[in-house]
């Protein structure tokens, strides 16, 4: 049941290429995007005025991410929020608003919680689940399923990438509605997305190279984790998967925070992974990042750089060079998060600890 993997997560880690597709399979029909159950008209879609993404975790971090591209393609404001934040706070919500719920299991507490809140206010709710039926879905307006397939490691991989493309999906349902994207620029951006299952399968090309990396860093004792733009919620995403799995100490920053405090912590021989942006996409984020690795490189950091393959400009300030195919900007969590999740269950794993069931932790938290 393992597919002749030791761990349900490394067999998760392999199928991402058929969760993604298989999220994407039938939400492009007759030249637009369809979501699953619509229970909101499109004119309730088109009078969205703000966004709010709730959720917990990793699901959370998938909301991060998609805020980039959701701003981009529709120029809704987008909130991420911890559902355990906001749901406590006092949010301002109107029926113009679209809360977009993302939970693996469907039945996280803090998130249900978060929707039944949003619903009292009186805003639209849209679930991003991969569990059909669950309790929060049965309670939103509007839900796109993730089809991830079973997702029995603890740490979430194929859930989180397939909630990435999904969130995509919705931001792209709203340009459509908004019409701040023609027809034919949403059929381009889904057929990028489209191409994403191939370049998750190139990545996984380079798990041996990642797996002995991860066994040389076992024994650090903090691993710290940089990126800028969509590669800040990527290096948030590291760390959690490296804390949860390795029990290590971890920590996600913004490349650009890193001298208002972080830059304090690097001493000789930390281990950093940086996330670079793409040297063709957006030069002046490519050229901050060079900057921001030569100078912890310069104050003793080990850096693990995930870079664009042919990044001839990174390559001087790489202790370690892992290497992942050219893809747009907006879609590059898609590629750099793949290596992150090798690391942190290899680390684990060299340090003798059971990959799928890690301490202390469930599936799903069902309780607060
Ligand atoms: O089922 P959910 O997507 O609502 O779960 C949210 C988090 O509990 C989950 O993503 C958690 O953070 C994972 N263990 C991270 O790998």
Not at 6 to 12: A, G, R, V, W
Not at 61 to 74: C, D, N
Request: charged letters at 25%; glycine letters at 6%.
């Amino acid at each position: 049941e393992k597919g002749g993997h030791e761990y349900f997560m490394l067999k998760e880690i392999e199928e991402q290429p058929e969760a993604l597709a298989n999220t994407l399979r039938g939400h492009f029909q007759s030249g637009r995007i369809v979501l699953d159950e619509q229970r909101m008209s499109d004119q309730d879609l088109r009078d969205v005025d703000k966004v709010f993404v709730v959720a917990c975790g990793s699901a959370y971090h998938s909301g991060l991410v998609a805020k980039y591209a959701i701003e981009h393609w529709t120029r809704l404001p987008v909130e991420v929020e911890l559902a355990s934040e906001f749901r406590y706070r006092d949010p301002v919500l109107d029926r113009d608003t679209l809360v977009v719920a993302v939970s693996q299991s469907g039945e996280t507490a803090d998130t249900l919680e978060a929707v039944r809140h949003a619903r009292e206010q009186k805003a639209r709710v849209l679930a991003v689940c991969n569990t059909n039926g669950a309790q929060i879905p049965r309670e939103s307006d509007a839900v796109l399923y993730t089809h991830a397939g079973p997702e029995i490691g603890v740490a979430s991989t194929k859930a989180f990438l397939a909630q990435v493309a999904a969130n995509y999906l919705v931001g792209l349902a709203l340009a459509q509605a908004r019409g701040t994207k023609y027809p034919d620029e949403v059929a381009r951006e889904f057929a990028e997305l489209e191409a994403m299952p191939s370049a998750v399968s190139q990545v996984l090309a380079t798990v041996d190279q990642v797996r002995e990396l991860g066994r040389r860093m076992a024994d650090s004792r903090a691993v710290l984790f940089l990126g800028r733009h969509v590669g800040f919620p990527v290096a948030l995403e590291g760390a959690l998967k490296l804390k949860e799995l390795a029990y290590m100490h971890a920590e996600g920053f913004a490349a650009g925070e890193l001298k208002h405090g972080p830059i304090a912590l690097i001493e000789d021989g930390l281990p950093v992974v940086v996330v670079m942006p793409s040297p063709k996409g957006r030069a002046v984020l490519h050229a901050k990042m060079v900057s921001n690795i030569s100078e912890i490189q310069a104050r003793g950091a080990r850096t693990i750089v995930i870079a664009e393959e042919g990044d001839e400009r990174v390559r001087p300030f790489a202790d370690e060079l892992v290497e992942v195919p050219a893809v747009p900007t907006l879609l590059q969590p898609l590629v750099s998060t793949v290596p992150l999740q090798v690391l942190a269950a290899e680390i684990a794993r060299a340090r003798g600890y059971d990959v799928d069931k890690p301490r202390n932790l469930a599936k799903s938290v069902t309780v607060e």
